[in-house]
């Protein structure tokens, strides 16, 4: 089981934390990525991040400004979003490596 939490509302610049919470798995041996849906759009890829945490790969119009990271002692996966933009608003959701399970999402919106 995936829930995705934190987004909120936001102004443009600003930072937000979005959180994931897993079981159910081998949360440790997973490697775990999010997504994102913004609104009127396809599912749009964000982050990867390998089951360890060392290494991460990032869509192109966040890298530098997402970070996505892991706590494999509390099943827990991380996105700090900083230098937020409008075009960020998204329902963000994490997704399970090896079996594409989808958690629910969280709604982050970037005012301007």
């Known amino acids: 089981q995936l829930q995705a939490y934190g987004g909120g509302l936001v102004q443009a610049g600003g930072s937000l934390r979005l959180s994931c919470a897993a079981s159910?798995?081998?949360?440790?041996?997973?490697?775990m990525t999010w997504f994102r849906q913004r609104p009127g759009k396809g599912p749009e890829w964000v982050s990867t991040?390998?089951?360890?945490?060392?290494?991460?790969g990032y869509l192109a119009s966040v890298k530098g400004r997402f970070t996505a990271s892991r706590d494999n002692t509390r099943n827990t996966l991380y996105l700090q979003m900083s230098s937020l933009k409008p075009e960020d608003t998204a329902v963000y959701y994490c997704?399970?490596?090896?079996?594409?399970?989808r958690g629910q999402g969280t709604l982050v919106t970037v005012s301007s």
């Open positions: 997704v399970n490596g090896h079996t594409n399970q």
């Open positions: 159910g798995f081998t949360f440790s041996a997973t490697p």
């Open positions: 991040i390998n089951s360890g945490g060392g290494t991460a």
